[in-house]
């Protein structure tokens, strides 16, 4: 069983910057895929950009390459998702998800709570 927490969401005006962590409970978390998903109201959830359990092979969704980078430090248990030059659309609920494999669809085992993320024009 893995548990996950995500923190860094908030208010921010496009154009800012935010970055996301996504903190694992177990200690072997360094073995597990970690995607990053997003949620807005009335949409379905959409793969936002995963990294394999080394961090060696990163994804990402055409609306944030260059944008979005995702990271993660092992050795802390932690998973980022650093969020640049945002726009009102990339406002939604942002979850973190791991599993043995690294997918861009929602079959995670492991999902966070979420973190609101709000752009504001």
């Known amino acids: 069983q893995v548990q996950l927490v995500e923190s860094g969401g908030g208010l921010v005006k496009a154009g800012d910057s935010l970055r996301l962590s996504c903190a694992a409970s177990?200690?072997?978390?360094?073995?597990?895929?970690v995607g990053w998903f997003r949620q807005a109201p009335g949409k379905e959830r959409e793969f936002v950009a995963g990294?394999?359990?080394?961090?060696?092979?990163?994804y990402y969704a055409d609306s944030v390459k260059g944008r979005f980078t995702i990271s993660r430090d092992n050795a802390k248990n932690m998973v980022y998702l650093q969020m640049n030059s945002l726009k009102p659309e990339d406002t939604a609920i942002y979850y973190c998800a791991a599993d043995s494999v690294l997918r861009t669809n929602t079959a995670y085992a492991y999902w966070g709570q979420g973190t609101q993320v709000t752009v504001s024009s």
């Open positions: 990294t394999t359990w080394s961090g060696a092979t990163t």
């Open positions: 177990r200690r072997t978390f360094n073995t597990y895929a």
